[in-house]
C-alpha cells in the first residue's frame, strides 16, 4: 500500500532554514509526480512546490519561490523540500502528497513553526 512519510519538521526562528523529507512506498516513487502541501490553523490547505518524476520540472508558489527548493532521489524514494529564509507566515502543518492511479494519498503532515 502507498506510503508517504513526513519528517524534518520543528521550530525555527524567522531567517532560518529547515529541510523536510518524506520517504515514499508502495508505488514505483519515479513515475508520478509530487508534491508538499501546507496547511495554517484556520487556513485551506495549499500548493506549496510540485515536482515531475524524473525532477526535471518543477513548481512553485509565488509566495515561496526563491526561498523554498524541491527534490527528489529517486534511488532512495524520497522527496524533500529545503526551506530557506523562513517567516512568520510559514508556519504550517506540512504534507507529502501524490496522485497515484487517479487516489490522492497524504502523509500524516510534519510542524514547522516559524517564531523568534
Known amino acids: 500500500q502507498v506510503q508517504l512519510v513526513e519528517s524534518g519538521g520543528g521550530l525555527v526562528q524567522p531567517g532560518g532554514s529547515l529541510r523536510l523529507s518524506c520517504q515514499a512506498s508502495g508505488f514505483t516513487f519515479s513515475n508520478y509526480a509530487m508534491s508538499w502541501l501546507r496547511q495554517a490553523p484556520g487556513k485551506e490547505r495549499e500548493l506549496v512546490a510540485s515536482?515531475?518524476?524524473?525532477?526535471?520540472?518543477?513548481n512553485y508558489a509565488d509566495s515561496v519561490k526563491g526561498r523554498f527548493t524541491i527534490s527528489r532521489d529517486n534511488a532512495r524514494n524520497t522527496l524533500s523540500l529545503q526551506m530557506n529564509s523562513l517567516k512568520a507566515e510559514d508556519t504550517a502543518v506540512y504534507y507529502c502528497?501524490?496522485?497515484?492511479?487517479?487516489?490522492?494519498?497524504w502523509g500524516q503532515g510534519t510542524q514547522v513553526t516559524v517564531s523568534s
Open positions: 502528497h501524490a496522485l497515484v492511479d487517479f487516489v490522492n494519498y
Open positions: 515536482i515531475s518524476g524524473t525532477g526535471r520540472t518543477t
